[in-house]
């Protein structure tokens, strides 16, 4: 019953950061899924899969999981480093890569 507390990225599909600003407590899945014989749809027995806590902070997540005695691992987020992009630089004479038109 291992518990993963993360912030999620942001969607692939879309170039906006919703719902990545919440921190999720969400359970490791216990047993793998089975492929129904007769649909051939995947279904799983365990229902803590279907646990998903959002908290504002880690902090709280963390807290949460301590208080209720869940074991717990915590991944961190990775931020970028911003890049400066000024329209000028496509001009200028040091250019590292060559202007090719």
Avoid at 30 to 57: C, H, K, N, Y
Avoid at 69 to 95: C, G, M, W
């Amino acid at each position: 019953m291992l518990a993963r507390i993360y912030q999620p990225a942001k969607s692939a599909m879309q170039s906006g950061k919703a719902r990545t600003k919440k921190w999720l407590l969400e359970f490791e899945p216990e047993q793998a899924r089975e492929i129904e014989p007769l649909m051939g749809w995947t279904s799983s027995a365990d229902m803590r899969q279907q646990i998903v806590l959002d908290f504002d902070t880690s902090g709280e997540a963390v807290s949460y999981a301590k208080a209720h005695n869940i074991p717990y691992q915590l991944f961190e987020t990775h931020t970028p480093a911003p890049r400066v992009k000024s329209y000028s630089d496509n001009f200028r004479f040091d250019r590292k890569i060559p202007w090719s038109h």
